[in-house]
């Protein structure tokens, strides 16, 4: 039997864990302490009334929050929206926060509980999430390294590569919209976003074990899902 | 009781998938489910739906998220009755404008404090207009002039004389 097949996503969310040297994982952990050390800055500026500040935070985190709340939600136009409310709530509620972890942990609760209440309003009123994630869409999508798109494509051999990646894209964003929204959450924070356990324990408040078999139920749902699309 | 051992599984498989494991325990891991072909077929589909949700790509903000932030926050101070800061407002625009209103300011200043400084840009002017009046009534220049006003080419009081003959 092979060894496990999930491994955190590059830069400063990769775990400890990680197939990474130590040399790596030095220079991870010396980025996010860098960013830390940052953030603790532009909080303190912010919250001394430096609106320069707050232009920087939203600036450094805007791509990760929306790309949070577009996984969340599965549209666009409503992510965006969705994002912009994020940031409103944490320019409002600055004075909140009190320096205890990580200030992206914070924003992150925040991201996620904004998502959930919208989610749970949707419901009430019936809104079809529609899946934002059309032909198109991925020109204003840029790839990670290596080609995110390519790496889709790469699992189906033959010329109609491209077309298939962008129906396996379209059917996993779809899939994901319909799960239960503790189950997306997880997904979107571990598999897409590619945070640690811990600073996923501290954006839901759950402990490790919960987190843990949580996720696994919602990889299970996810996977029954999309069995179609598998092999 | 058999919760717990089913949640301890669940969170093993996890912790499996996402190398959170020592390889001894990947090991142990591995060995408890080797004659178990569901098992294995179960984390060979789990392996998969995790490669095509990792291989999702990044999505960006638009490029013009902040101003739009921005401008709900000014939107929401005015509605709640606060007056907005200029959070829109760029730096350079901010500068510009102060530096507009800080020369407008000084020149109407200056103007209006030393209003002897206009006959000073043009002496010449200001002795044709005296010897014209003169002319006018008949009388020559020198005496024509009211009493307290300057000489034709004398320096209007608190200023230096002029350089020259004109």
Sequence with gaps: ?231 | MAQSETNSAEELMTAYLDHEMDAEESEAFEAMFADSPETQEELSDLRQVLQLVQGLPEVEAPPDFFEKVAKKIRRRKLLDGEIPLFITVSFQVLSVMVVLVIAAVYTMIHLDRDPAAKLEKDPKAAVAEVEGDAEIRGEPGDEALPEGSPAPGAAPPGSSPPSSAD
């Excluded at chain 1, 962008?166 to 598999?191: K, M, S």
């Design chain 1, 1 to 231: 039997m092979s060894t496990g097949g999930a491994t955190a996503k590059e830069g400063d969310r990769g775990s400890a864990s990680d197939e990474a040297g130590g040399v790596t994982i030095d220079a991870k952990t010396a980025q996010r302490m860098e960013q830390d050390r940052r953030d603790k800055i532009l909080v303190r500026r912010l919250k001394a009334g430096d609106e320069r500040a707050f232009q920087e935070l939203v600036q450094t985190y805007q791509n990760r929050v929306f790309g949070l709340v577009f996984r969340m939600i599965g549209n666009r136009q409503e992510a965006e929206d969705l994002a912009q409310d994020v940031f409103l709530t944490v320019y409002k509620a600055i004075g909140s926060y009190r320096g205890e972890g990580r200030f992206y942990t914070w924003l992150y609760r925040v991201a996620s509980n904004t998502c959930k209440n919208r989610i749970k309003y949707l419901k009430g009123r019936h809104f079809n999430t529609r899946v934002d994630v059309d032909d198109n869409t991925e020109a204003q999508m840029p790839s990670r390294e290596g080609g995110a798109l390519h790496s889709l494509q790469s699992q189906v051999p033959g010329p109609e590569a491209m077309i298939q990646g962008q129906r396996l894209q379209r059917a996993i964003q779809r899939e994901l919209a319909n799960l239960d929204e503790e189950h997306r959450l997880l997904i979107v924070l571990r598999d897409i976003e590619g945070l640690p356990y811990a600073d996923i324990m501290r954006i839901t408040g759950l402990p490790a074990g919960t987190v843990k078999s949580r996720l696994h139920r919602a990889r299970v749902a996810l996977k029954e899902r999309m069995k179609s699309y598998l092999r």
